[in-house]
């Protein structure tokens, strides 16, 4: 079993950063597969970033792409989502997740966190 606890959101203003952190226990988790989604409200879950277990594989949705980057210290049991420039649109509720596929269908993964709200003004 694995528990992820994601840590980090709040309220920035548009063009500003902030890096949010998921905390994994449990078991070590070095060989799963994680990523990030975010949920805003009346919408879908969508897609964010994914990555291997050893990192030698990302993905990024078009919308974040060259403004997000995943990461993992597997030392620390710990996912980071690095977000620039930030924008009114990317207010949502992020939550992490680990499974075994590289996929970008929710229902692929297996573990989730319970999310963090990140909310952009303009």
């Known amino acids: 079993q694995l528990q992820l606890v994601e840590s980090g959101g709040g309220l920035v203003q548009a063009g500003g950063s902030l890096r949010l952190s998921c905390v994994a226990s449990?078991?070590?988790?070095?060989?799963?597969?994680m990523a990030w989604f975010r949920q805003a409200p009346g919408k879908e879950r969508e897609f964010v970033a994914t990555f291997s277990w050893n990192g030698g594989y990302t993905n990024y949705a078009d919308s974040v792409k060259g403004r997000f980057t995943i990461s993992r210290d597997n030392a620390k049991n710990t996912v980071y989502l690095q977000m620039n420039s930030l924008k009114p649109e990317d207010t949502a509720v992020y939550s992490c997740?680990?499974?075994?596929?590289?996929?970008?269908?929710?229902?692929?993964?297996?573990?989730w966190g319970q999310g963090t709200q990140v909310t952009v003004s303009s």
């Open positions: 449990g078991r070590t988790f070095s060989s799963d597969v």
């Open positions: 997740a680990a499974g075994n596929t590289i996929t970008r269908t929710p229902t692929g993964y297996i573990y």
